[in-house]
């Protein structure tokens, strides 16, 4: 910066004397006259001081920070950032220091910050926070995280800073320990609640560094420092990528189970209780039990975990007004993430993390837990039901009503009315408007609705309609109404989404899950298939869908859900008129068919000649979930074939009689079990009774041969019929 040095002196000579008064004095108004009217660059940067010495100073309101701005604009600050050598006597960093100060001060004017001359500042900002920072260089480092605070409270701030480097760049002064690193941390934390996934994306291995350090210091922390530090650790610890799949994120997670373990195995406060609680509940949600190394301090680890949240749990929805204290319901949310990973590590019998003993007396202490959450759900009322803290606790409820089935069955059979209410409620208000906000540590992600109870309630459905007194209760309380209504919701969730989505959706377990509820009231209440109107909606959607899903190969579970329920309320249906012979009706029946026929195969049998019946290699993989529903489907087409009378021609025409003769032909009679021979007998009974060309294509495939090789007594006698 060039120009009379007499001109500046001028200048200051003019302002110093009353620079005390208030904002927007006569001082300062000389000043910003004085850099209007600048003659050069030496006496724009002596007035520059003086505003400058004001804006440090805090004496700029709003009305003076525009003036300010309009007097200099960033061309000014801009040709600072750049300039290279200082005035005589000053500092390298003098004229950068200058900029930076009124960068920071238009800043704080929320129309100035958004401007595309502050963002395209911020790979400097990044530069300065990288850089060694002397004693008096702090002031510029105090005015980059000013300048950054401010962009990041925009709406485009967050994607610009994470865009440009912002975050490698707070990562790297955070784990130097530079100055102010704790204003680094606090912008971290802010930018990945916003942008986790895209933070982690272009920057894990920066962010993986600040983890390493967080988890060490935890570790080796012997004072508050470590409950504080509880606080901080889940903002780091993502969904993805894995930490479990990285060697430095392994490291972080076992020092971060060394840390909880030592702080858990203390006697502690509430307050330093809380954290540590939801710490652990974040590595569940994100890891399972992956974290916590097997042996017996793991398991005894994971015991203790467990059994606090249990001990939590009660004390906290056993007192009159449980969640009145701040973050209570957060605590108890969390809680209940440990108390789930506690079920699934009591049912897993592959390498499991506990022993037997351990396993019997957490069920125990569960069950007290599920008391005290069943007595809390009793008390809610209805103006509460918007509650996130209801949706997690009724959640945590459809986790242990899905796998034991035994206990508190008289509490869960009382609170039976309010699920069914409340997952009727989520359900009408959810697929007709847009998404709530969810609780902290609760997801139902795939589900198709925002707030989707109902999917966590119907494993425990399942079990219940298979009984009596809690069957009675659901069908008068209008739930097979409403598990209809939801089946053909997600039917349409799963038909909307393009291509065969695999591994399996939580849609398609759903429906799955669904299916066997409705094959439990087919069984024990056909009474209510037939009287029902809902029923018959329920059986054309059957009709429409089997012929979709089959030729799906990754569907074929749901796929055998479906044929099995179709024709099983086929048998109690047949006279309505969703059953009259239509289209969709034959196009069911004839995927039924194929679904049926093509399950089984001959196969050669190693180092022998001799063929052998096996499962169809399609249907290998799912044949250990879908071998009862053939069988069970095998059962309702026989039941089905006298009602319809053109069922016959539909299965002459799928060439099934033939095919079935051929593979009775050729395998070796030894390797097809009696069950199997009892399913296709009671087919091919029934099909030889009910049509004369069925019973014909029996007899000329040799059918009195193989009937009498297989033991076949109740076919044998009916083809020798005349």
Same mark, same amino acid.
Request: aromatic fraction near 6%; hydrophobic fraction near 45%; include cysteine.
């Given at each position: 910066?060039?120009?009379?040095?007499?001109?500046?002196?001028?200048?200051?000579?003019?302002?110093?004397?009353?620079?005390?008064?208030?904002?927007?004095?006569?001082?300062?108004?000389?000043?910003?006259?004085?850099?209007?009217?600048?003659?050069?660059?030496?006496?724009?940067?002596?007035?520059?001081?003086?505003?400058?010495?004001?804006?440090?100073?805090?004496?700029?309101?709003?009305?003076?920070?525009?003036?300010?701005?309009?007097?200099?604009?960033?061309?000014?600050?801009?040709?600072?950032?750049?300039?290279?050598?200082?005035?005589?006597?000053?500092?390298?960093?003098?004229?950068?220091?200058?900029?930076?100060?009124?960068?920071?001060?238009?800043?704080?004017?929320?129309?100035?910050?958004?401007?595309?001359?502050?963002?395209?500042?911020?790979?400097?900002?990044?530069?300065?926070?990288?850089?060694?920072?002397?004693?008096?260089?702090?002031?510029?480092?105090?005015?980059?995280?000013?300048?950054?605070?401010?962009?990041?409270?925009?709406?485009?701030?967050?994607?610009?800073?994470?865009?440009?480097?912002?975050?490698?760049?707070?990562?790297?002064?955070?784990?130097?320990?530079?100055?102010?690193?704790?204003?680094?941390?606090?912008?971290?934390?802010?930018?990945?609640?916003?942008?986790?996934?895209?933070?982690?994306?272009?920057?894990?291995?920066?962010?993986?560094?600040?983890?390493?350090?967080?988890?060490?210091? =935890?570790?080796?922390?012997?004072?508050?420092?470590?409950?504080?530090?509880?606080?901080?650790?889940?903002?780091?610890?993502?969904?993805?990528?894995?930490?479990?799949?990285?060697?430095?994120?392994?490291?972080?997670?076992?020092?971060?189970?060394?840390?909880?373990?030592?702080?858990?195995?203390?006697?502690?406060?509430?307050?330093?209780?809380?954290?540590?609680?939801?710490?652990?509940?974040?590595?569940?949600?994100?890891?399972?039990?992956?974290?916590?190394?097997?042996?017996?301090?793991?398991?005894?680890?994971?015991?203790?975990?467990?059994?606090?949240?249990?001990?939590?749990?009660?004390?906290?929805?056993?007192?009159?007004?449980?969640?009145?204290?701040?973050?209570?319901?957060?605590?108890?949310?969390?809680?209940?993430?440990?108390?789930?990973?506690?079920?699934?590590?009591?049912?897993?019998?592959?390498?499991?993390?506990?022993?037997?003993?351990?396993?019997?007396?957490?069920?125990?202490?569960?069950?007290?837990?599920?008391?005290?959450?069943?007595?809390?759900?009793?008390?809610?009322?209805?103006?509460?039901?918007?509650?996130? =803290?209801?949706?997690?606790?009724?959640?945590?409820?459809?986790?242990?009503?899905?796998?034991?089935?035994?206990?508190?069955?008289?509490?869960?059979?009382?609170?039976?009315?309010?699920?069914?209410?409340?997952?009727?409620?989520?359900?009408?208000?959810?697929?007709?408007?847009?998404?709530?906000?969810?609780?902290?540590?609760?997801?139902?992600?795939?589900?198709?609705?925002?707030?989707?109870?109902?999917?966590?309630?119907?494993?425990?459905?399942?079990?219940?309609?298979?009984?009596?007194?809690?069957?009675?209760?659901?069908?008068?309380?209008?739930?097979?109404?409403?598990?209809?209504?939801? =089946?053909?919701?997600?039917?349409?969730?799963?038909?909307?989404?393009?291509?065969?989505?695999?591994?399996?959706?939580?849609?398609?377990?759903?429906?799955?899950?669904?299916?066997?509820?409705?094959?439990?009231?087919?069984?024990?209440?056909?009474?209510?298939?037939?009287?029902?109107k809902t029923f018959p909606t329920l059986m054309d959607t059957l009709l429409k869908s089997l012929p979709l899903l089959l030729p799906q190969k990754d569907h074929l579970a749901l796929a055998a859900n479906i044929a099995t329920l179709g024709l099983m309320m086929a048998r109690i249906l047949a006279g309505s008129t969703a059953l009259q012979g239509t289209q969709h009706t034959k196009e069911f029946f004839e995927a039924a068919i194929s679904f049926l026929?093509?399950?089984?195969?001959?196969?050669?049998?190693?180092?022998?000649?001799?063929?052998?019946?096996?499962?169809?290699?399609?249907?290998?993989?799912?044949?250990?979930?879908?071998?009862?529903?053939?069988?069970?489907?095998?059962?309702?087409?026989?039941?089905?074939?006298?009602?319809?009378?053109?069922?016959?021609?539909?299965?002459?025409?799928?060439?099934?009689?033939?095919?079935?003769?051929?593979?009775?032909?050729?395998?070796?009679?030894?390797?097809?079990?009696?069950?199997?021979?009892?399913?296709?007998?009671?087919?091919?009974?029934?099909?030889?009774?009910?049509?004369?060309?069925?019973?014909?294509?029996?007899?000329?495939?040799?059918?009195?041969?193989?009937?009498?090789?297989?033991?076949?007594?109740?076919?044998?006698?009916?083809?020798?019929?005349?």
């Amino acid at each position: 910066m060039k120009g009379g040095a007499e001109g500046a002196r001028r200048v200051r000579a003019a302002a110093e004397g009353d620079m005390a008064e208030p904002a927007g004095g006569p001082a300062l108004r000389r000043c910003l006259g004085a850099l209007r009217d600048a003659g050069n660059d030496s006496e724009q940067f002596a007035a520059l001081l003086l505003v400058t010495k004001a804006v440090k100073a805090g004496e700029v309101d709003a009305k003076t920070r525009r003036q300010i701005f309009d007097a200099i604009g960033f061309t000014f600050p801009t040709r600072l950032l750049a300039s290279g050598k200082p005035p005589p006597g000053c500092p390298d960093h003098t004229f950068r220091a200058l900029g930076l100060t009124l960068l920071a001060c238009f800043c704080t004017d929320p129309e100035l910050v958004a401007h595309s001359q502050i963002l395209n500042k911020i790979p400097t900002f990044n530069d300065i926070l990288v850089s060694p920072c002397n004693p008096d260089s702090t002031s510029m480092v105090d005015d980059v995280y000013q300048c950054l605070s401010a962009v990041m409270a925009t709406t485009r701030g967050p994607r610009e800073l994470v865009t440009k480097g912002t975050v490698s760049a707070l990562c790297k002064a955070y784990v130097n320990c530079s100055y102010g690193s704790d204003h680094a941390l606090a912008l971290l934390l802010g930018l990945l609640a916003i942008a986790e996934e895209k933070c982690w994306q272009r920057d894990a291995p920066h962010l993986l560094a600040v983890l390493s350090k967080l988890s060490d210091d =935890f570790l080796k922390a012997e004072d508050m420092t470590k409950f504080e530090l509880c606080k901080v650790l889940p903002h780091f610890i993502p969904l993805s990528p894995p930490l479990t799949q990285d060697p430095q994120g392994s490291e972080c997670l076992h020092r971060l189970y060394r840390g909880l373990a030592n702080i858990l195995g203390s006697k502690l406060s509430q307050s330093q209780r809380d954290p540590a609680l939801r710490l652990a509940a974040c590595l569940v949600q994100a890891y399972g039990s992956e974290w916590i190394p097997a042996g017996s301090a793991g398991s005894k680890f994971l015991a203790l975990l467990v059994n606090l949240a249990c001990v939590e749990v009660r004390l906290t929805l056993e007192e009159p007004d449980p969640l009145e204290a701040e973050g209570k319901k957060e605590v108890v949310t969390a809680c209940y993430v440990l108390i789930e990973m506690g079920i699934q590590e009591c049912l897993r019998e592959e390498k499991p993390l506990l022993e037997e003993v351990q396993k019997m007396q957490l069920m125990r202490i569960m069950e007290e837990a599920f008391g005290a959450v069943i007595f809390y759900l009793r008390q809610v009322k209805q103006e509460e039901l918007q509650d996130p =803290f209801i949706f997690a606790s009724v959640r945590i409820l459809g986790a242990w009503m899905a796998e034991e089935t035994s206990s508190l069955k008289q509490e869960i059979c009382e609170l039976l009315p309010f699920l069914v209410l409340y997952a009727k409620k989520l359900f009408k208000e959810g697929s007709s408007v847009g998404s709530p906000s969810q609780p902290e540590l609760v997801s139902t992600e795939g589900s198709g609705l925002p707030q989707d109870a109902l999917r966590f309630l119907l494993p425990g459905f399942c079990h219940l309609t298979a009984e009596d007194r809690p069957q009675d209760i659901l069908i008068s309380e209008g739930a097979p109404a409403l598990l209809c209504e939801y =089946f053909l919701y997600q039917w349409e969730v799963l038909t909307s989404k393009p291509g065969s989505p695999t591994p399996l959706t939580s849609t398609e377990m759903s429906l799955q899950t669904m299916c066997g509820i409705f094959l439990n009231l087919v069984v024990t209440a056909p009474d209510l298939i037939r009287r029902d109107k809902t029923f018959p909606t329920l059986m054309d959607t059957l009709l429409k869908s089997l012929p979709l899903l089959l030729p799906q190969k990754d569907h074929l579970a749901l796929a055998a859900n479906i044929a099995t329920l179709g024709l099983m309320m086929a048998r109690i249906l047949a006279g309505s008129t969703a059953l009259q012979g239509t289209q969709h009706t034959k196009e069911f029946f004839e995927a039924a068919i194929s679904f049926l026929s093509q399950a089984h195969t001959a196969q050669a049998e190693p180092g022998s000649d001799s063929l052998t019946l096996a499962v169809s290699p399609a249907y290998t993989r799912a044949w250990a979930d879908i071998s009862e529903l053939w069988f069970l489907g095998m059962q309702a087409l026989a039941g089905c074939i006298p009602l319809f009378p053109w069922l016959p021609q539909a299965v002459l025409q799928a060439r099934w009689l033939e095919g079935l003769s051929e593979l009775l032909t050729r395998v070796a009679a030894a390797s097809v079990d009696f069950e199997l021979i009892t399913a296709f007998q009671g087919v091919l009974v029934e099909l030889a009774r009910a049509s004369k060309p069925c019973r014909d294509a029996i007899l000329s495939h040799h059918g009195r041969e193989w009937a009498n090789l297989y033991g076949m007594a109740a076919l044998e006698q009916c083809l020798s019929e005349q």
